[in-house]
C-alpha cells in the first residue's frame, strides 16, 4: 500500500516557522498534484496549498505571503510556513494525485496522509 507520512509539526510560538514534509513510500511513478489540507479545532477540512508537477502553486488567501509550498520530485512535498498565528493551529495533511503501484497494477488516484499536528501559541 502506497502511503503519505507527514512530519515537522510540533508547537511553535506565534510569529515563529515550522516546515512541514511529506514523503510517499511505495512505488510512485507520478503525482500530477500534491498540496497540504487543514483541519482546525471544530472546523471543516480545507486547502492549505497545492503544487502541480509544473510547479504552478495555489494557496489559500489565509497563507499567502506566509507559507511556500514545494516539491522536488513525485514523492515529496514540502510546507514552510512562517510568520504562524494561532489560526494556523490544526491538523496538516499532507494530499497527492497521481499514479503509483498497488502491488497489482498501476493505479491512478488519490492518498492522504495521516495528519501532523501544528500548534501555534499566542
Known amino acids: 500500500q502506497v502511503q503519505l507520512v507527514e512530519s515537522g509539526g510540533g508547537l511553535v510560538q506565534a510569529g515563529g516557522s515550522l516546515r512541514l514534509s511529506c514523503a510517499a513510500s511505495g512505488t510512485i511513478f507520478a503525482m500530477n498534484a500534491m498540496g497540504w489540507y487543514r483541519q482546525g479545532p471544530g472546523k471543516q477540512r480545507e486547502l492549505v496549498a497545492d503544487?502541480?508537477?509544473?510547479?504552478?502553486t495555489n494557496y489559500a488567501d489565509s497563507v499567502k505571503g506566509r507559507f511556500t509550498i514545494s516539491r522536488d520530485n513525485a514523492k515529496e512535498v514540502y510546507l514552510q510556513m512562517n510568520s504562524l498565528k494561532p489560526e494556523d493551529t490544526a491538523v496538516y495533511y499532507c494530499?497527492?494525485?497521481?499514479?503509483?503501484?498497488?502491488?497489482?497494477?498501476?493505479?491512478?488516484?488519490?492518498?492522504w496522509g495521516q495528519g501532523t499536528q501544528v500548534t501555534v501559541s499566542s
Open positions: 494530499h497527492a494525485a497521481g499514479r503509483y503501484w498497488t502491488g497489482s497494477y498501476i493505479r491512478q488516484g488519490e492518498l
Open positions: 503544487i502541480t508537477s509544473g510547479g504552478t
